[in-house]
């Protein structure tokens, strides 16, 4: 009984989530490999939209499953140079080649996303064609681990500020004590800046050119 | 039960303090960080940024100047990003230190409080003993309570509480004991002036008759020789008291119905305090292992006590005996005024007496008691009021003798 409500619950988010944006198209190209396209409606969700040109690396993880089996995944990574307001896109596949796009402004963006295909998935093995319907789940996190990283420091920086702020020579054990304290401190709470999903959804697709 | 109850108390109360700590401290912490991602610093921030690309567009020639600055600002800008879409994550982790760190103090003053406490128990056991001892009397205490805290120092004060009681006691008995030998010797003196004086009054007087020619002179020699006698005859009894106080006999035990025994003595000594009446109260067999004569001795030397209390007016004399389990109980009661409270705690003592000197040694008691000892029993003041006075002698019971 508990796991019906489970199911039905999981299938009432995702059709909700289907609803709300149109999924992409997932196919089976030349190569025998699955290929993610139609991904227009993701850029235009609100939040990723806001995150676009932060200037923070804006990382859209595509991962697609079967029965909670992962066949494979993609990356693109977007980032807005806000010295020269262009967007430099890296798309990174299944097959991992990547590719480097650099695009001026929102438009390009849009134009070139809603084109833009990639292999989420090599090719399988003749006897174990691909499934008709399988799960496609995005995921998209507003900045990078390398940002994270650098705001974390930044972090533990500003902890020891109060100390660093004077060039006096710390002679007193307490103080230093204080001074390691606060480092401990600053790096309890760094670890907390973590990023999370901005934006989230999986859909039921059929796979397009499939059995 | 109470302990329970401050326990459940005690967590309610440090429950309620974190919440509201907890409370508190949240809003304030939220209120703060908001400053720091404030939508207006980073506009702000946002607005410098553009500035600095403009600039460098109206200024080429300061271009690596501003772009340094429009760089700065915007990694300033991307870190204060990073921690606003962290925000969440940053303020539940600095809540979770704070409270973790309040829960800590407050485990740790709990169990600074626990420990001392445990430590403080067995130390309020040894001052409550300590001052249950003193209380009883005892003196030169050690409460073994180190530490200068109170306990330790009212600790401190029960030994040297019990160290100057001790030293009193020991002045007052001692002071006891040198007033007791002035008393013994004063009396013994005066025991053996009085014969002595008579004696030589006597000799005197035989001197002055050996010299004279008058008629009679020889009856008055002879009379003048027995005053010299009966002089040494006192002063023989008096020695001979001594010497039965110093070297009294080992009871010759037999066994003996002591109500029996009673009966005898009042049948035989009844009569002889004149105004006195001695007479037997309850008395059932009972039987115990007594010397006769010396119990009698006991007997006599009471009755010749109460006597002498009563003196003066009609008196009673009233010997009680029972047996409670294996003692065999022998009251004696008079309705004399009663013991004099200044002698009653040594009363038992040699030369102990209310009475005026050339009145007795005051050895009585103190004999009657060694003798009721070596029997394996015990002469007590049972009881002393303006109405009477009832000494209780106590003796081994023994089985009844078969015919």
Known sequence: ?211 | MHRLTTVVIVAAVVTAAAALFQAVQSRLSDAAFAFTVHPDVLAQLEASRADQRELARLNPERHDLYRARFDTLATTVQRLTVLAHARERLLSRYNTILLVVFAASVLAVASAIAIRQARLQPRLARVRDALGALAKGQTDLAVGVGGRDVVGRIATMIEETSRVMARDRQRLAALQNLSSWQEAARRQAHEMRTPLTGARLELARLHDLLEATAPGREEAMRQAARGVEQELERLHRLAAEFSSFARLPSPRLERVDVAALLGEFVATYGGAWPGVEVRLGLAGPAWAAVDRDMLRQVLVNLCDNSARAVAGRPGTIELDVGAVNDMVTVKVSDNGPGVDPAVRDRLFEPYATTRGLGEGMGLGLAISKKILLDHGGDLELADSSPRGTTFRITLPAVARETP
């Open chain 1, 1 to 211: 009984m508990k796991g019906v409500v489970l199911i039905a619950l999981t299938l009432a988010s995702v059709c909700s989530a289907a609803r709300a944006v149109p999924p992409p198209k997932v196919a089976i190209d030349a190569e025998q490999r699955l290929v993610v396209g139609r991904l227009a409606a993701i850029l235009d969700e609100e939040a990723v939209a806001r995150q676009l040109e932060s200037g923070l690396t804006t990382t859209f993880v595509f991962r697609v499953e079967v029965a909670g089996r992962v066949l494979g995944g993609a990356r693109v990574d977007v980032r807005y140079d806000l010295w020269d307001e262009v967007f430099e896109v890296v798309v990174v596949g299944a097959d991992g080649r990547g590719e480097r796009v650099t695009l001026a402004g929102r438009t390009a963006l849009a134009t070139w996303w809603s084109g833009v295909e990639f292999v989420v998935a090599e090719q399988r093995p003749r006897s174990t064609p691909w499934p008709r319907e399988l799960v496609l789940a995005v995921e998209v996190v507003p900045f990078s681990v390398s940002e994270q990283d650098d705001a974390q420091r930044w972090f533990v920086r500003s902890f020891g500020e109060s100390a660093a702020r004077t060039d006096r020579q710390v002679t007193d054990p307490a103080e230093r004590r204080g001074d390691s304290l606060e480092k401990v401190l600053g790096v309890l709470m760094a670890t907390s800046i973590q990023g999370s999903a901005l934006y989230s959804a999986r859909w039921v697709v059929t796979v397009a050119g499939g059995r």
